[in-house]
């Protein structure tokens, strides 16, 4: 997995609760993303990276917000967990935007 | 809208066969064509890739197949084995500091 490691890899939480899900890597890649993977939608990005402290929205990114404080840890919290945002969620990297790398993934589940 | 959309869903098909996975696209802009490969329980890691410079691009049992004036792409596995089973995604990204946009995803499952 490129040296991105995924913390925790499963939780189960609550309606309404704060999680932050943790990407690491170790490669020091420039760009840094998260997906969340759901049957029938495939990978749909949520936020991404481009350097420390520089951050844009992908396609689903309400709810979500992300961090970026030094280049190998990219954070996603979800505020207020909601139950339509269980899901897996993969983060990766890239050097470049043309290759990405994944993570191993985090199972969430919000009940 | 959906940028990139992939077909089929799902597909079965039988040891030594040739499955094929198809994507089209609309954004003319897109420059840059990638193939994931997904295991259960894994991240997808990236299989192949093509521009639309050239029309085919193989590597090993994969090909890309590329049809600029059609803006379609597909993906072809020679000789397919158990162990290609696996949900595959293509994607697709214009130059510049944009991501990729992946496709819905097709799982495969090559039976012995």
């Known amino acids: 997995d490129a040296g991105i490691t995924q913390s925790p890899r499963h939780k189960v939480t609550e309606t309404g609760t704060p999680v932050t899900l943790r990407c690491h890597q170790t490669?020091?890649?420039?760009?840094m993303y998260w997906y969340r993977q759901d049957p029938g939608h495939g990978l749909r990005l949520i936020h991404y990276?481009?350097?420390?402290?520089?951050?844009d929205k992908g396609e689903v990114s309400d709810g979500y917000s992300v961090s970026r404080s030094k280049t190998e840890d990219f954070l996603l919290t979800l505020e207020s967990a909601t139950s339509s945002q269980t899901s897996v969620y993969f983060c990766?990297?890239?050097?470049?935007?043309?290759?990405?790398?994944f993570g191993p993934g985090t199972r969430l589940t919000v009940l | 809208q959906q940028q990139v959309k992939q077909s089929p869903q799902s597909l079965i098909v039988q040891k030594g066969g040739i499955p094929i996975i198809n994507c089209a696209y609309e954004?003319?802009?897109?420059?840059?064509f990638p193939w994931y490969q997904q295991f259960p329980g894994k991240g997808p890691a990236l299989l192949i890739a093509?521009?639309?410079?050239?029309s085919e691009k193989k590597e090993g049992r994969f090909t890309i197949s590329f049809n600029k004036s059609a803006k379609q792409f597909s993906l072809h596995i020679m000789d397919s084995q158990p162990g290609d089973s696996a949900t595959y995604f293509c994607?697709?990204?214009?130059?510049?500091?944009?991501?990729?946009?992946f496709g819905k995803g097709t799982r495969l499952s090559v039976i012995a």
């Open positions: 990766a990297t890239g050097a470049i935007h043309n290759e990405q790398f």
């Open positions: 490669e020091n890649h420039r760009y």
């Open positions: 990276s481009y350097g420390v402290k520089d951050t």
């Open positions: 954004n003319t802009a897109f420059d840059y």
């Open positions: 093509i521009r639309p410079d050239v």
């Open positions: 994607a697709a990204k214009e130059s510049g500091n944009t991501p990729l946009v």
